[in-house]
C-alpha cells in the first residue's frame, strides 16, 4: 500500500521510510491585499458649508483660512480640512469629519477639531520627569535647603504662620 503526504512517513526510493512533512494547503500566489479608494460622496462635498459652521462653533471665524481639502475616508465619511491661522500654529488644520445615512440626502457633523498637517510643528515627545532628572539637579535641589529636609522647612513654616496668627490677634485685643 502506498503511503499519501498527510501520513506521518513515506517511503523513499531505497525501501526505507523517511519521515515527510505534511504539505501546507495554499490558495495560490500571495497577494497583496489591495485597498479600495473611496470615492468622494456628493452629498459629503457640498456640505462644506455644514463643516465651515461646526468649525465656527469651537473657534472664532478669523482663526479659519481660506484654504479648504476634502478627503474621502470612507463610504458616506468625508473629512473637511480648513486651514488654522492661529499663531504657533502653522501647517495645522480645522477639521470637521461628516457623514450621511444610506439614502440620506443631509450630512450629519460627527467630530470637530485640529489636526497636524504635514509640515506642522510638533512637540518634542514626552518624558517622564524621572528619566528628565538629571544629577546636577538633585545637587541643586539638596544646596537649595542648606542641610534641611523638606519636613523641617514644613514644620518652621508652620511655626511661623502660628507665631504670625497669635501676633495678630493679640494685636486686635
Known sequence: ??????????????????????????????????RRTTRLD?????????????????????????VHHIRGEEDRLSTHLFECTLPGYRGWFWFSTVARAPRSKKATVCEVGLLPGDDALLAPEWIPWADRLRPEDVAEHAEGH???SDEDAEDSGAEKNNEETEEASADKE
Open 146 to 148: 542648606d542641610g534641611e
Open 1 to 34: 500500500m502506498a503511503k499519501t503526504l498527510h501520513d506521518e512517513s513515506a517511503v523513499a526510493v531505497d525501501g526505507t521510510e523517511a519521515a515527510v512533512e505534511p504539505a501546507r494547503p495554499t490558495l495560490g500566489a500571495q497577494r497583496t491585499p489591495r
Open 42 to 66: 456628493s452629498v459629503l462635498d457640498e456640505a462644506k458649508e455644514t463643516a465651515y459652521r461646526s468649525v465656527l462653533e469651537i473657534t472664532p471665524e478669523e482663526t479659519v483660512g481660506t
